[in-house]
């Protein structure tokens, strides 16, 4: 459901390249990888919902998109466009 825009920010957010792979997917090394993280936090902060204050993170070395646990879909949705969007990190030139 991303515009072929938030596709390439998407991918350049986890892989630090916006285009996909010449070869494919199949050819990415290490491969695109979801995980899905958990803050070590006590129950009272966890009532409060300060997972869903999180953003999503990456490390692009390893080709892995960090994704905290939402409650819903439109949160995820809505924290992982902002998080691809506000060109926040680094650039190797």
Do not use: W
Request: aromatic share 8%; glycine share 2%; charged share 20%.
């Amino acid at each position: 459901e991303f515009s072929p825009s938030q596709k390439s920010a998407l991918l350049k957010f986890v892989t630090s390249c916006p285009r996909p792979p010449l070869l494919g997917f199949a050819s990415l090394q290490p491969a695109f990888c979801i995980h899905k993280v958990r803050a070590d936090r006590n129950l009272f902060e966890m009532l409060s919902r300060k997972e869903e204050d999180r953003l999503p993170t990456a490390s692009t070395c390893m080709n892995l998109l960090k994704l905290p646990s939402y409650l819903n879909t439109s949160t995820l949705r809505s924290k992982l466009l902002y998080a691809i969007t506000a060109n926040a990190g680094f650039e190797l030139s």
